[in-house]
């Protein structure tokens, strides 16, 4: 398995601003995964990041509102833009070891 | 477009029950069937399947996968208060020619009661 923290657990944040949430693994992975839970929601995809290459966003989610860092094999950011009530929702981080997918901790992001 | 559904999306029984939970699934390029238990807010790995008719097994948990019907369950026995969750089922595909995974495709969630 594999140890992974996220930073900040939660914030509250006003309309119109950014947030930077990071995530960090105990071990080097190729593959980090960041996930939306919205309230009473299931889990939805938001962009694969992997070192050295642009992350790659699924549909519906654009780099612009959520850019992403992946500068080691260790440690991704990401950011969600001019944020809007919209956004408030649970942020996962993850990372696939041995084909199996392990998630953060998670940030509950509240936008006021 | 891939779709994984569950059922049933809720469920209230007693301690000492059996509980069975279902999950089937419409994709293309299939990799595994991951189930999960999420409490608060970080979903917790239970387990992964990629063949059909070989049970996974952890306590008083267990899961089988079948892949010509496209469909998993994960059987709870003896419940107890502290298995109240909700049981998320995800679907991981396969890209390329590599065999590199993508993210997961999740269901909406069991919401899994147990009364005292």
């Known amino acids: 398995s594999a140890v992974i923290s996220q930073k900040p657990s939660r914030d509250i944040c006003q309309r119109g601003t950014s947030l930077t949430i990071q995530c960090q693994v105990d071990?080097?992975?190729?593959?980090m995964f960041w996930y939306r839970q919205q309230p009473g929601q299931s889990l939805t995809l938001i962009a694969t990041?992997?070192?050295?290459?642009?992350?790659?966003?699924e549909s519906g989610f654009v780099i612009d509102k959520f850019p992403i860092s992946r500068p080691n094999l260790t440690f991704s950011t990401l950011t969600v833009s001019n944020m809007s009530p919209e956004d408030s929702s649970i942020y996962l981080c993850?990372?696939?070891?041995?084909?199996?997918?392990?998630f953060g901790p998670g940030t509950r992001l509240t936008v006021t | 477009e891939d779709k994984v559904v569950q059922s049933p999306l809720s469920l209230v029984v007693h301690e000492g029950d059996t509980v069975t939970l279902n999950c089937s699934y419409e994709?293309?390029?299939?990799?595994?069937l991951l189930w999960y238990k999420q409490e608060k807010k970080a979903p917790t790995f239970l387990f992964m399947l990629?063949?059909?008719?070989i049970e996974k097994k952890s306590g008083r948990l267990s899961s089988i996968l079948d892949k010509k019907e496209l469909f998993s369950i994960l059987n709870i026995t003896a419940t107890q208060t502290g298995d109240s969750a909700v049981y998320l089922c995800?679907?991981?595909?396969?890209?390329?020619?590599?065999?590199?995974?993508?993210?997961?495709?999740f269901g909406k969630g069991t919401h899994l009661i147990i009364q005292p």
């Open positions: 993850s990372v696939e070891v041995h084909y199996e997918q392990y």
């Open positions: 071990s080097q992975v190729t593959m």
């Open positions: 995800a679907v991981a595909l396969t890209l390329g020619a590599g065999g590199g995974a993508d993210g997961l495709t």
């Open positions: 990629t063949s059909s008719g």
């Open positions: 990041a992997n070192q050295g290459s642009e992350a790659t966003y």
């Open positions: 994709v293309t390029n299939f990799r595994s």
